[in-house]
């Protein structure tokens, strides 16, 4: 009862000033202050991620999704009987966008980047050239290459942000330089084509690299021995 009346004065004096740039409501914020009693590694709940974080003095977190243009704060927990450590516990809740399937981050520890210590999946963030931390993100909702009506197919592409990337196919005798896809979020690519009835290979471009539908099972190989996806319009 104590616990639970001490994160409520928590929430209400803090959330403001702690979550002004979050849509998190305060009793379901509460909710996850209230499942931290330990530091371990990034668990995600509920749409959201929960990191924790011991320090002397500051954590902060960086996003590659934000370019790692901004460092967030963590916050300093509130102690309660359920607490199992003597250090404190600093924790920052991520509410977790649709778009995204993984996430990639570092944290500033006391001044100092670093990747999450408590997070063994680290990665080479090759658009950043550094090592990363990442976790990865069940679909909350599934992107994919489609039929829109009739005869028009949105194709999608899900990568990197902040790419140029180019569709090419057996419609415009590959010309690499036709179509532009557009970022409509963090890395999540998109571009509706009407295409006559028949059935159709495909892929992306990115500068000279040619890349598959990440989101379309259906491929073939070319004659020249390449892998080009297929769609088919009725």
Known sequence: MKKSIFLLIFVTLFLPAIFSEKSIETEFYQKLVESI????APKIKEGHIIFTSTAKRHVGISFSHEDYKYIHSFQKLPQNELY????????????IPDELTEIKYRLVIDGLWSSD?????IV????HSMSVSRI????KKEYKTELSNKNSVKFTYLGEP????RLAGSFNNWDPFMYDLIEVSPGRYELSLNLPAGTWFYAYFSGGTRLPDNTNKN??????????????VQ
């Open 37 to 40: 009693v330990r530091v371990e």
């Open 84 to 95: 199992e450590g003597k250090e404190t516990i600093l924790f920052y809740i991520f509410q």
């Open 117 to 121: 210590p408590i997070n063994r999946n």
């Open 124 to 127: 080479f963030d090759r658009i």
């Open 136 to 139: 990865e993100v069940p679909y």
């Open 162 to 165: 902040k790419k140029t990337i």
């Open 219 to 232: 491929h073939v190989y070319t004659a020249d021995g390449r892998v080009a996806s297929v769609i088919t």
